[in-house]
Antibody, heavy 121, light 106 residues
Framework: EVQLVVSGGGLVRPGRSLRLSCTASGLTFSNFAMNWVRQAPGKGLEWVSGISGSGASTGHADSVKGRFTISRDNSKNTVYLQMNSLKAEDTALYYC??????????????WGQGTLVSVSS | IQLTQSPSFLSASVGDRVTMTCRASQTISSYFAWYQQEPGKAPKLLISSASTLQSGVPSRFSGSGSGTEFTLTISSLQPEDVATYYCQQLNSYPLTFGGGTKVEIK
């Protein structure tokens, strides 16, 4: 059974940094792309970042480009989202989502439970 | 690529046929998906490649479309289908979602 356990959320002041982690089990982790998707309170879904199974290909939404970095450690079955220069508008529930294949353009066939990031002074 | 979903809200009776639409700002391939998000839960993949039903998803759900217009149909609405439905394009970065269609039972 696939499981995605997300951690690292919390309350942080504007301009500070936070790192989210998503640890997977029940799958051959390196065979699948991974993504981060966020949802601001009462709002819709926004794709944040994605990374291929090998880590060779990544992508970021324009709203976070230059501030957020996605990476993965396949030996630890974990994908990370390093978030720097946080802004109030980054406040959201952050989901980790598994791609259906190694292709970064595959649909997200499994989602973790989400972790809340609140950016406020 | 911008995705515009319509309607944003839909109220229908149990057993009704329900259709929602997602329009893309430019032509995309079949790298297109639909997700269901029940209140308080993580999204769930319903349909990939525009029309491929995921394993375990009831057959009353179906997807169709190509180019710039895609549709999700629920052939007979059930109480457990109360949720918000999102479309997503996976044709090119940055990946984008539509604004969602919230479905309720009348």
């Amino acid at each position: 059974e696939v499981q995605l356990v997300v951690s690292g959320g919390g309350l942080v002041r504007p301009g500070r940094s936070l790192r989210l982690s998503c640890t997977a089990s029940g799958l051959t982790f390196s065979n699948f792309a991974m993504n981060w998707v966020r949802q601001a309170p009462g709002k819709g879904l926004e794709w944040v970042s994605g990374i291929s199974g090998s880590g060779a290909s990544t992508g970021h939404a324009d709203s976070v480009k230059g501030r957020f970095t996605i990476s993965r450690d396949n030996s630890k079955n974990t994908v990370y989202l390093q978030m720097n220069s946080l802004k109030a508008e980054d406040t959201a529930l952050y989901y980790c989502a598994k791609g259906a294949d190694d292709d970064i353009f595959d649909a997200f066939d499994f989602w973790g439970q989400g972790t809340l990031v609140s950016v406020s002074s | 690529i911008q995705l515009t979903q319509s309607p944003s809200f839909l109220s229908a009776s149990v057993g009704d046929r329900v259709t929602m639409t997602c329009r893309a700002s430019q032509t995309i391939s079949s790298y297109f998906a639909w997700y269901q998000q029940e209140p308080g839960k993580a999204p769930k993949l319903l349909i990939s490649s525009a029309s491929t039903l995921q394993s375990g998803v009831p057959s009353r759900f179906s997807g169709s479309g190509s180019g710039t217009e895609f549709t999700l149909t629920i052939s007979s609405l059930q109480p457990e289908d109360v949720a918000t439905y999102y479309c997503q394009q996976l044709n090119s970065y940055p990946l984008t979602f539509g604004g969602g269609t919230k479905v309720e039972i009348k």
